[in-house]
Structure formats: structure tokens, C-alpha cells
Nanobody, 125 residues
């Protein structure tokens, strides 16, 4: 069983930056693709970014390309999401996820193996 714990959410002004972190423990998390999804009020959970265990495959949602950067510290089993040039539409609860096929399954949230509890990001204008 893999446990995922997010941190780093908060309130930021438009154009600002935040860095989210997700620490994985238990199971075989080191071999999983890890990533981030988000869910805004009244909307479905959607893919943001993912990085493979080997860090050779990285994928971003079109809405965050050029603004968000995902990275992974394999030694510490931690994945980070650096969010720059934040917009009000980035406001959401951000969830860490882990799955062997997370990039392939990024549109199928129902089949993702593991989820964190989420961290709230609020971008104020």
C-alpha cells in the first residue's frame, strides 16, 4: 500500500508562484509514475502533470505548459510541482497520484491506483 502526502498549497496572488510537494511511502512507489491532478469547485478532477519513475517521460496538460514544472527526487521518493505565473483558473484542490501507467491513464481518474488527500491552491486576483 502506497501512501501519498501533499504539502505546499496556500493562497497566492495572480502571477505568483507556489511549489507543491508529494512524499510517497510504503509499497513500491519508487517504481510508479507519479503526478498531479486538480479539481476546481463544481468540476471534475483533471490531469495536470506526471513524471515516470526513470524521469524519462514527462507530460503536462496544455493549460499548464510553460508555467508548471514537475520534478522528482527518486532518493526521497518525492515529486514536486513548481507552479509559476499562476492564474485564477489554477485555483483548485491539487491531488498527488501514483500509478504504473499514470501518463497513459491520465484521462481515466477512476483507474489510478493511489491518491493523496489533496492540498488547496487559491489564486486571488
Amino acid at each position: 500500500q502506497v501512501q501519498l502526502v501533499e504539502s505546499g498549497g496556500g493562497l497566492v496572488q495572480v502571477g505568483g508562484s507556489l511549489r507543491l510537494s508529494c512524499a510517497a511511502s510504503g509499497g513500491t512507489a519508487s517504481g510508479y509514475t507519479m503526478g498531479w491532478f486538480r479539481q476546481a469547485p463544481g468540476k471534475e478532477r483533471s490531469f495536470v502533470a506526471a513524471i515516470s519513475a526513470s524521469r524519462t517521460k514527462i507530460e503536462y496538460a496544455d493549460s499548464v505548459k510553460g508555467r508548471f514544472t514537475i520534478s522528482r527526487d527518486s532518493a526521497q521518493n518525492t515529486v514536486h510541482l513548481q507552479m509559476d505565473s499562476l492564474k485564477p483558473e489554477d485555483t483548485a484542490v491539487y491531488y498527488c497520484a501514483a500509478d504504473p501507467a499514470l501518463i497513459t491513464n491520465r484521462a481515466r481518474t477512476g483507474v489510478v491506483d493511489y491518491w493523496g488527500k489533496g492540498t488547496l491552491v487559491t489564486v486571488s486576483s
